[in-house]
DNA sequence: TATGAATGAGGATTCATTCAT
DNA sequence: TATGAATGAATCCTCATTCAT
């Protein structure tokens, strides 16, 4: 990716994040990017590509996660990793994943092959644990997840990110609790 | 409100949880609803009034929901009815649900008044219970109650409501652990 | 049509015929029209469409002139008919032909159908007349409609229509031989 | 030319045949020619620059065809030859003749110098047979052999020209009856 | 010579909104 | 109340053209 490249995709990804993929026009993101809009056409065919192309960098992301989940010892290891996946998101990546929660509720757009491997860690882990129903858990884990997800990414500012986890981490024997 | 209004209210919901709200146009709620695209101006004075009409009735049953957890005996009832809210969600109020869960990532138009009423039980709850950190008890209850929203609403064909239910109750003496 | 559908055909129409329809803007459409550019996709709804509305228009008038050579009473006289078309285009309606002796050249866009009916006509006549030959008699005086057509549409301020008529016609017997 | 440049002026005349002018952008033709969208306007300034070199390339066959009729003995054997030229157009020369008979219909772009040596052919070979209108004559002349070649180049598939031009040929001694 | 990134004006089309009826 | 014609700003996108390499 060349230099304007990056410029733009960094752009659309945080107006995207903010407002809204609709809510964003490409013009918009030109100007910001201090690009011509139709560079934006040349490089990313259309706003979809654009939109692609910010999701396939933040699948590769995502990628990384579930590697460096997947070489943990224990399946309770595993399931604790992602659970506090919230808690470990870097600020810079906050916008990569308000824009993948916000698409979630517009079908037009949602693909949700890139956390698709994470669903499939946990619910590797569960049957390692002889769960008898590893989907319904993995369904639980999973909503928890992404409730505590949202709350940080959109309360970050009013939301004590230490003491939540420390609370939480309270819960950890129950929660795994067959 | 009449029955043309009332046919728009109801379009423009459907469509708007299904797509969000700048994807669909105006032209289209028109269509879908029977009615002609000036009757919507003329009602809502804009889409944004639209917008805010939908929000409102939505915000109505909610405060029925707060009404209806309010009188309950126990702060333990409370919480474990606001945590259960996701699953007495009727599959006609999905859409409103729906709809406000994708605005919540779109600063420009969330409002978060209509969920406050609920966030003021949980608290007051965990203040009743002597908890020394209400807050983050809270926030972590809302987040549970969040994600497991998010789950039913986006996969209610595949998620097993009963059963995630089953599962979920098993864990609440351990949930509501100091 | 409405009056101002009426202007935009009628507009569109000349642009049309005189540059090509690739070279005439839907901006320029509308402000020579007098009408504003969304109005020209409320009725027509695109480019295309205006051009499929201009050229049904034609088609029927193509129509009216074949069903006034069917009712004549030889098939000489239908054929001296077709030849002399062009002599009686109406100054009015030179632009159709022109956009459609235009189009002729783009396969994009070209739908012969509005003509044929036309040469139906011909070969029917040239069967009449057992002419073994028939398609290539119409091939022939096709043609030579063609050529006349063309040359009284691009060349109409310097081409003397009498005295070519009047020559043309001194040919006929001869044209007509088998 | 080079042989890139070679390139170019075929690969748009091709388009330009097939498709007009307008429909064709230069980003098309650099990518069916194979070769980078800048060297187009290193070569021919711009668009139209190209045109103009494919209409010169065109202009001097055509300028080849009238000095091999020039030397033709008499005046019927130049109209003849003239009128025959729409049945001597090799394939490879076709999207030329298709070009340039499109263009006719455009008068931003067409340029009539390049045919008007084979009108000057014929009209004096009219006044050397003493005909008393020869304008008149040749622009008959020039209107069949426009109306052939039209046929010939649109219908190439459906004519069958051979038989087309031996039926003109019976035609001759009427068609040059005075 | 040749490339391809970059531009910005202009393209068709859609949009929310207004207005006469 | 209700329609639907009409608007014009804004949308996404394409275009011919330029320029650094």
Redesign the interface.
Known sequence: MTEKQLQIVETALHLF???????VSTNKIAQEAGVSEGLIFRHFQNKLGLLNAIMQIGAEKIALFSEQIEILATPEEKIQAVLELPFHIKEDEYPFW?LL??L?????YYDQTAVAPIRNIIEKAFKDMNYS?PT??T??I???????A??IL?KSTE??KN??LK??RK?Y???L?K
Do not use: C, H, P, R
């Open positions: 994040a903010e407002m809204g993929f609709d809510a308000k929660n916000g979630k509720w517009q079908n037009q129903n319904t858990e369904d639980l999973l909503a928890y997840t992404d409730g505590l949202t709350s959109l939301v004590d003491e939540l609370t939480l819960k024997n129950w929660i609790k």
